[in-house]
């Protein structure tokens, strides 16, 4: 995760009494835009106030910074001065994918994830590694804040020895049968050929994954130098195809914001970031409900209740159980006023006859049975509500 300066880390959540400063939003801001992935966060502990607030307790990938931080109003998702974030983008795969060597596997060696992709990172385990040994390359991704790229490889005389290893660190193996030339496409993003398109939403925290995009000789105009620092408007033969490029890789989700910043794409450098604002697509996920009895959990069927219907699911309860997004059911949910005097806080059966009179089986919403049962459930998934029956006579 991310912060964004908006909140300051403290000793324990921030609302209680004694809580110190670790850190102010100016050090926060600066590590949330930091380029290095050395200064990303990992949050390990929630608390909740008893007026709402949810506070993470959060660590540096460094280990310098540790305290609680205010996270908004909900577990469900990051807030406040946090913002989830993926320190890893997916990268192009290389044309040639096997027989690479180590160039030095005392210097770059493999690791389980990259280092400081993941708090505490480790290393591979490299016991069954032999010098000389060749790879086959499976995955590439690069370091979302230096650009770094890394590739995910197998070694092909021990399937053992396998991890991450920075590019740099490999030994290509020769082609001759396939000469690079000037028309060849670039696949590997650097410095030097890309720009990095990332989005945000309007609180200015980013959605989706950031894209590369890898500028092409055949991009340029005549005489034209691709560097890094140099400017779309003087190398490329049409600057605004970065907006285009930017547009067809919006994440699955958003559209594009009306309120675009003005930043003219003529004045942006290679090798830099370019920032497009995003607004997230309404969805609606409504969860439906079945009905359990809780001393046998079995389903209360529709035949045993009165006109042998269920509830009527009406707009009031679907407003309880739909999101915009597909996120857990909180399980305060279940503490809402349908459930106390509403639609469905009690069922109805049919009369039956008993000791030769007839009585009306009811049951009541059982709440904790319900949360519990529902521990894992997320809006659209079907949510099963447990009542209990009352005795009869």
């Known amino acids: 995760m991310v912060t964004n300066g908006t909140n300051a880390l403290y000793t324990k959540a921030g609302t209680l009494r004694g809580a110190r400063v670790i850190a102010g939003k100016g050090t926060l801001s600066q590590y949330g835009s930091s380029n290095s992935s050395q200064q990303y966060f990992r949050a390990y502990r929630v608390a909740t106030t008893n007026r709402g607030s949810v506070y993470y307790k959060v660590v540096s990938f460094n280990g310098s910074l540790r305290g609680w931080i205010y996270g908004g109003k909900t577990t469900s998702s990051f807030g406040g001065g946090i913002s989830s974030t993926n320190t890893?983008?997916?990268?192009?795969?290389?044309?040639?994918?096997?027989?690479?060597?180590?160039?030095?596997?005392a210097k770059n060696s493999l690791w389980v994830n990259p280092k400081w992709s993941q708090y505490k990172a480790q290393p591979a385990d490299m016991s069954g590694y032999k010098s000389g040994d060749t790879f086959t390359v499976t995955g590439a991704a690069t370091?979302?804040?230096?650009?770094?790229?890394?590739?995910?490889?197998?070694?092909?005389?021990?399937?053992?020895?396998?991890?991450?290893?920075?590019?740099?660190?490999?030994?290509?193996?020769?082609?001759?049968?396939?000469?690079?030339?000037?028309?060849?496409?670039?696949?590997?993003?650097?410095?030097?050929?890309?720009?990095?398109?990332?989005?945000?939403?309007?609180?200015?925290?980013?959605?989706?994954?950031?894209?590369?995009?890898?500028?092409?000789?055949?991009?340029l105009k005549s005489g034209a130098k691709l560097a890094n620092g140099a400017k779309l408007g003087d190398i490329l033969n049409n600057?605004?195809?970065?907006?285009?490029?930017?547009?067809?890789?919006?994440?699955?989700?958003?559209?594009?914001?009306?309120?675009?910043?003005?930043?003219?794409?003529?004045?942006?450098?290679v090798g830099s970031n370019y920032t497009v604002y995003v607004d997230q697509v309404a969805h609606n996920y409504t969860s439906q409900l079945s009905y359990y009895d809780s001393d046998s959990n079995q389903p209360i069927s529709s035949s045993a209740l009165v006109e042998g219907i269920y509830p009527v699911f009406n707009d009031t309860d679907k407003a309880v159980f739909t999101s915009a997004t597909q996120?857990?059911?909180?399980?305060?949910?279940?503490?809402?006023?349908?459930?106390?005097?509403?639609?469905?806080?009690?069922?109805?059966?049919?009369?039956?006859?008993?000791?030769?009179?007839?009585?009306?089986?009811?049951?009541?919403?059982?709440?904790?049975?319900?949360?519990?049962?529902?521990?894992?459930?997320?809006?659209?998934?079907?949510?099963?509500?447990?009542?209990?029956?009352?005795?009869?006579?």
Not at 88 to 105: D, E, F, I, R
Not at 187 to 195: V, Y
Not at 196 to 208: D, P, R, T
Not at 248 to 253: D, E, L, S
């Open 239 to 269: 600057s605004s195809e970065l907006t285009d490029v930017a547009n067809k890789n919006i994440p699955t989700g958003y559209t594009l914001s009306k309120s675009q910043p003005n930043n003219p794409v003529a004045n942006v450098t």
């Open 327 to 393: 996120g857990s059911i909180p399980a305060t949910v279940f503490d809402n006023d349908i459930f106390k005097g509403g639609n469905l806080a009690a069922l109805t059966g049919n009369p039956v006859l008993i000791n030769g009179r007839y009585q009306t089986p009811s049951w009541k919403f059982d709440a904790t049975k319900t949360k519990q049962e529902n521990a894992n459930a997320k809006y659209g998934d079907t949510v099963k509500l447990f009542y209990k029956a009352n005795p009869l006579a």
């Open 88 to 105: 890893m983008t997916q990268a192009s795969m290389p044309s040639v994918t096997k027989g690479y060597t180590l160039a030095n596997a």
């Open 143 to 219: 370091k979302t804040r230096e650009g770094w790229l890394y590739y995910q490889v197998t070694d092909d005389n021990n399937s053992a020895v396998t991890g991450w290893v920075f590019a740099g660190g490999l030994n290509a193996p020769t082609s001759p049968s396939t000469p690079t030339t000037p028309s060849t496409p670039t696949t590997t993003p650097t410095k030097d050929n890309s720009i990095q398109i990332v989005y945000l939403n309007a609180s200015g925290q980013q959605v989706g994954q950031t894209y590369n995009w890898i500028i092409q000789n055949s991009d």
